[in-house]
């Protein structure tokens, strides 16, 4: 699905493999290869790595949104133009650039929301469970089919997909490769939502905007920032930190605003301050 182009403002021109567009303080990234299924060579994994990386070092966006051109989400890697790559450290990130599945590279702090629909393979579902919020139409046909190529998931499936799912529901897809349809990653808890066909898009936009409209971002990056420990390291180390992220969030100009809004009943104007 491709979005409308109404009141956007142009963000890079210099995109092959995405189209990237701000619209108000929501990033608009789209995958823009559907005659190959927008399956990842390297050209379109550089340039995801890219838009995500500037999309968190520029604080007037508070919220990006990925979604992609065509009748498909990905059908993941292209293993034919990256089979003689993938050694090469094609995936090997510095601490200054967004690793788009979350393995390794600079850490991302700002929510990121995913629109998916037809088929979303492997890669594909590896770049959902590094999302915060998930959209799925309900067209949508899942597949971790690593092992049927001669390869394990290794953009961190191995991990999420057990730890989202549970062990019994996630390895039988893992070990076999099998495909599943929208209301069974939606019963494993791998999508927030499944919507009619062709409205993912905007029901993933309304999201995206809402949290960049009304969501303090220090708040926002504070509470992903505490979840994420809970999750990937252990709710030990979470609780025992979570009472440290509220100094700075009362001495906040955002705090101070949601007060005046709530005292003066009227929308809050965040800065991110």
Not at 63 to 92: H, P, W
Not at 106 to 120: D, E, I, S
Not at 164 to 188: N, S, V
Request: glycine letters at 6%.
């Amino acid at each position: 699905m491709t979005s409308n182009n109404q009141d956007k403002a142009s963000f890079q021109t210099d995109y092959v493999r995405l189209n990237v567009e701000q619209k108000d303080s929501v990033l608009l990234i789209e995958l823009n290869r559907p005659e190959k299924y927008n399956a990842f060579d390297s050209l379109m994994i550089q340039e995801l790595s890219k838009a995500l990386t500037e999309y968190e070092q520029r604080d007037e966006l508070r919220c990006a949104l990925l979604y992609a051109r065509g009748e498909n989400f990905t059908t993941g890697l292209d293993l034919m133009e990256l089979q003689d790559k993938v050694l090469s450290g094609i995936f090997d990130y510095p601490n200054d650039r967004i690793d788009p599945w979350g393995v390794s590279g600079m850490p991302r702090t700002k929510p990121y929301v995913v629109a998916v629909q037809g088929l979303c393979f492997t890669a594909g579902i590896e770049l959902m469970l590094n999302a915060d919020i998930v959209i799925a139409s309900d067209d949508s046909r899942f597949a971790q089919m690593e092992v049927q190529r001669g390869l394990m998931p290794f953009g961190g499936a191995t991990i999420r997909f057990v730890q989202t799912a549970g062990w019994q529901k996630a390895m039988p897809y893992l070990l076999t490769g099998d495909r599943f349809d929208a209301a069974t990653a939606d019963a494993m808890g791998l999508v927030s939502q499944v919507v009619p066909k062709g409205e993912q898009f905007a029901v993933a936009l309304k999201i995206a905007t809402q949290i960049s409209s009304h969501s303090a971002p220090l708040a926002v990056k504070r509470l992903l920032q505490s979840a994420k420990q809970g999750t990937e390291q252990d709710p030990k180390t979470a609780f025992a930190n979570v009472l440290g992220y509220l100094p700075d969030l009362f001495l906040s100009q955002d705090f101070a605003e949601g007060v005046a809004s709530l005292r003066e009943k009227r929308p809050a104007q965040f800065q991110g301050k």
